[in-house]
C-alpha cells in the first residue's frame, strides 16, 4: 500500500494519489494542503464504494471530503483542513458475504496504518480518522495504538472488540481522554529534516518498492515508532467517537459475532467507551450531507474542537 501513496509536501485541491500498478478500484485523493494544513481528516468509506462512483455525491468520499471542507469554513476558527478520501481497500459490495465477513477490514486495516505512517512523516498535523460503515471496522482493526488524535465511528455493523473493553490507546470507559491534542505544526517549528520533506516531496512516482528508510512495518501489528518525524508527541490517548443516524437501517443490525460472520460489539454501547456525538434523523448515507448535524460534529471532530462538538441525548 506504500506503493499506492505518496504524499507530496504540497498538493493541490483534488490532486490524485495514484501510482502505475494500482487496482483500479482503489483511489487516494487529497482535498486541500498538506504542507499548510493544521489538521488533517482521512475518510474512510464502507461497502459499495468504488472509484467509479467516488466523487458522486456527500455519499461518496470524494463528496464527503469537499463536504467537510465547506463546512469546515463556515464553522472554523481560522484551521486550515486537509481531508484525505481513502478507497485504499477493496470495499465489498453491500449484498455480499464479504460485507459481513472482515476479509477485506483486515486487509484494508494493514493500509491504513501505513496511510497515517505516510503522513506522520511529511506534516506534525493531528490525524482524525471518520469512518462510516463497513470503513469503521477497517479504522477499528487498524486503530489499536495508531497515534491518530480522534477516530469517529458512525453508521457501524459493529466493531470486533471484546464488550466492555475499549480498544487498546483508546480512554477505557468512565475516563474521557484530553480534550487538549498537541497543537498543530507550523514551519517554524519543525527540525531540518522535516523541513527537507516538505521542500523537496519525493517523486509522485516513485519506485515501486520505495518505503521511507525509517518506518520497517510488519503487517501483522504495529506500534508507533519513537520518532517517527513529527514535531511533539503523537496523541498518547485518542478521542474515541460514535454516532448513528435515526433512520440508518444499521440500527437493526445484531451487533454480534458468530465464527467468520459478524464484527461484535456496539460501538454506541457504554461498555465501549466512545463519546457518542449528535448526528441527527439521517440515514445510512447521509452523515456528510449539507445542514446535518451530522456533519457539523464530524467536521469539529476533524478540526478538534471536541467541547464543541454535540453530544447525542440520552436513549
Not at 471530503?65 to 486537509?82: F, M, T
Not at 458468530?258 to 464484527?263: D, V
Not at 447521509?286 to 453530544?311: C, E, K, M
Request: with cysteine.
Amino acid at each position: 500500500m506504500l506503493r499506492m501513496l505518496t504524499l507530496a509536501g504540497s498538493l493541490a485541491f483534488g490532486a490524485v494519489l495514484a501510482l502505475p500498478g494500482q487496482h483500479s478500484g482503489r483511489l487516494v485523493k487529497v482535498y486541500g494542503d498538506l504542507a499548510t494544513a493544521d489538521r488533517v481528516a482521512i475518510v474512510v468509506p464502507g461497502a459499495d464504494t468504488t472509484v467509479a462512483t467516488f466523487e458522486a455525491s456527500t455519499k461518496r468520499p470524494g463528496g464527503a471530503a469537499r463536504a467537510l471542507l465547506a463546512e469546515a469554513a463556515k464553522v472554523g476558527h481560522g484551521e486550515r483542513l486537509a481531508v484525505i478520501a481513502w478507497l485504499g481497500y477493496d470495499a465489498p459490495p453491500t449484498w455480499s458475504l464479504g460485507a459481513i465477513t472482515d476479509t477485506a477490514a483486515v486487509e484494508g486495516a494493514k493500509a491504513l496504518r501505513r496511510t497515517v505512517v505516510e503522513l506522520h512523516a511529511r506534516t506534525s498535523a493531528p490525524i482524525a480518522l471518520l469512518c462510516h460503515s463497513y470503513g469503521s471496522v477497517v479504522c477499528a482493526k487498524a486503530g489499536t495504538d495508531l497515534p491518530v488524535a480522534d477516530v469517529a465511528l458512525f453508521g457501524s455493523p459493529g466493531i470486533d472488540a471484546p464488550s466492555g473493553h475499549a480498544p487498546s490507546g483508546h480512554a477505557p470507559p468512565g475516563r474521557a481522554p484530553s480534550d487538549h491534542p498537541p497543537s498543530s505544526h507550523a514551519m517554524s517549528s519543525r527540525t531540518p529534516s522535516e523541513r527537507a520533506l516538505s521542500d523537496h516531496p519525493p517523486s509522485d512516482h516513485p519506485p515501486s518498492d520505495w518505503a521511507p528508510s525509517d518506518h520497517h512495518l510488519s503487517d501483522a501489528s504495529y506500534r508507533p515508532p519513537s520518532d517517527h518525524g513529527v514535531s511533539g508527541p503523537a496523541p498518547s490517548v485518542t478521542r474515541v467517537w460514535a454516532g448513528v443516524g435515526g433512520s440508518d437501517w444499521i440500527r437493526f443490525v445484531p451487533k454480534v459475532k458468530l465464527g467468520p460472520l459478524g464484527f461484535g460489539a456496539d460501538a454506541l454501547s457504554p461498555g465501549y467507551g466512545a463519546r457518542v456525538f449528535e448526528v441527527g434523523p439521517g440515514g445510512h448515507s447521509d452523515y456528510f450531507a449539507p445542514g446535518t448535524p451530522s456533519l457539523r460534529n464530524l467536521t469539529l471532530i476533524a478540526l478538534g474542537r471536541p467541547g464543541d462538538v454535540t453530544a447525542a441525548a440520552p436513549a
